[in-house]
T-cell receptor, first 110, second 109 residues
Framework: KAGVTQTPRYLIKTRGQQVTLSCSPI?????VSWYQQTPGQGLQFLFE???????NKGNFPGRFSGRQFSNSRSEMNVSTLELGDSALYLC?????????FGPGTRLTVL | GIQVEQSPPDLILQGGANSTLRCNFS?????LQWFHQNPWGQLINLFY???GTKQNGRLSATTVATERYSLLYISSSQTTDSGVYFC???????????FGKGTKLSVKP
């Protein structure tokens, strides 16, 4: 069974731009969570989707948003990028409470 | 919210040595997972262990939920064990793992 996939793997953007990241969960998994990892703040929860509904949201500004499609694939969007948004963005899909992570998207904001 | 503390923050071992990593959490949790983050950033699942003891090869883990801690044991360490080990817990909020700051392990040949 294929694992969690994320695209793109690397991304370079400039301040003020917006970006969309994609995550495809393991087949059959309906819950997708997103996390941001930075050297200063560590791994922080962004939001979680289940059956196209956002069930939980972390403490991030409204510039961070997401959605989930009927096939469970999820996207997250960051608008008006700031330098501090440079990070590794990880998504995870969940089976019976256990989360499985994708390889991440490394975003650099210049 | 729930606090997760990992110790030690850094650990240097000679190949073949054993080690114990600790994870303390501040409240009751539904789930607890241990991960190894590889040099490319991917989090590799080691154990899903909200309570009890599990073993997988040279690795084993024990969670004592009533005392709010978990231990990860690595025996006969190898250079490929190097990396950062994270403990993460899920409290009352589904899909929301709260991570510790990790233990950075370096194994010398």
């Amino acid at each position: 069974k294929a694992g969690v996939t994320q695209t793109p793997r690397y991304l370079i953007k400039t301040r003020g731009q917006q970006v969309t990241l994609s995550c495809s969960p393991i087949s059959g998994h309906r819950s997708v969570s997103w996390y941001q990892q930075t050297p200063g703040q560590g791994l922080q929860f962004l939001f979680e989707y289940f059956s196209e509904t956002q069930r939980n949201k972390g403490n991030f500004p409204g510039r961070f948003s997401g959605r989930q499609f009927s096939n469970s694939r999820s996207e997250m969007n960051v608008s008006t990028l700031e330098l501090g948004d440079s990070a590794l963005y990880l998504c995870a899909s969940t089976r019976q409470g256990e989360q499985f992570f994708g390889p991440g998207t490394r975003l650099t904001v210049l | 919210g729930i606090q997760v503390e990992q110790s030690p923050p850094d650990l240097i071992l000679q190949g073949g040595a054993n080690s114990t990593l600790r994870c303390n959490f501040s409240d009751s949790v539904n789930n607890l997972q241990w991960f190894h983050q590889n040099p490319w950033g991917q989090l590799i699942n080691l154990f899903y262990i909200p309570s009890g003891t599990k073993q997988n090869g040279r690795l084993s883990a024990t969670t004592v939920a009533t005392e709010r801690y978990s231990l990860l044991y690595i025996s006969s360490s190898q250079t490929t064990d190097s990396g950062v080990y994270f403990c993460a817990v899920e409290g009352g909020s589904q899909g929301n793992l709260i991570f510790g700051k990790g233990t950075k392990l370096s194994v010398k040949p």
